[in-house]
């Protein structure tokens, strides 16, 4: 008998909060778009990004390890392909199977080497994946190493408000559209 796996998925939208266990098979409630996926910050934290992100309407997704962060974007894929229905847009479902996550990744100072397996297993997954890393140690030697294994950014600790928003915003494809409507 295959014994299920059960992973705590919380989601927050601006001031709501659900809470939901993934179990495979199971529905968690993530939409196609504008959804980012943090691994393994605190619930203070957590709530920071959340609050922040809610400004521009990003949902964020709690995962505890990389392999829950896999799990719920391999879901969200799924509950969004029957979202746009066997009649909808079939360019949608294209461009839905081929959007990778974004992943906001926070570097534990106690193993501050695990990030290159975290991204190696993050890109095994979708090579279109969108890795932000948060770090304490944050310097420019790494933040060069990030972008160079393949890595989109790497954020300070603690962030601003402003460098949160800009690096999720860039890693969604937003940040051309947000300044097309400022001008």
């Not at 939208?13 to 809470?19: C, E, I, M, S, W």
């Not at 709690?62 to 009649?87: C, F, I, K, N």
């Not at 950014?153 to 051309?176: I, M, N, T, Y």
Request: proline share 5%; with cysteine; glycine share 8%.
């Amino acid at each position: 008998m295959i014994a299920a796996i059960n992973i705590p998925l919380l989601t927050w939208f601006g001031d709501k909060r659900t809470v939901n266990t993934y179990v495979a098979g199971s529905e968690v409630s993530m939409g196609a778009c504008n959804r980012v996926i943090a691994v393994g910050p605190s619930p203070q934290e957590f709530q920071r990004i959340c609050d922040t992100l809610a400004m521009d309407r990003v949902t964020v997704h709690h995962a505890s390890s990389v392999l829950g962060a896999v799990l719920a974007y391999a879901q969200a894929q799924m509950t969004a392909l029957e979202e746009a229905g066997p009649a909808g847009d079939p360019n949608l479902a294209e461009k839905i199977l081929a959007q990778g996550p974004v992943i906001l990744y926070d570097i534990d100072p106690a193993d501050p080497h695990r990030w290159r397996e975290a991204l190696g297993q993050f890109l095994s997954v979708h090579s279109g994946a969108r890795v932000i890393f948060a770090s304490r140690l944050a310097d420019e030697d790494l933040w060069i190493e990030v972008l160079e294994t393949g890595g989109h950014d790497l954020l300070s600790k603690p962030f601003s408000e402003s460098e949160l928003r800009q690096a999720v915003r860039c890693a969604l494809g937003l940040a051309s559209n947000a300044l097309a409507t400022a001008a």
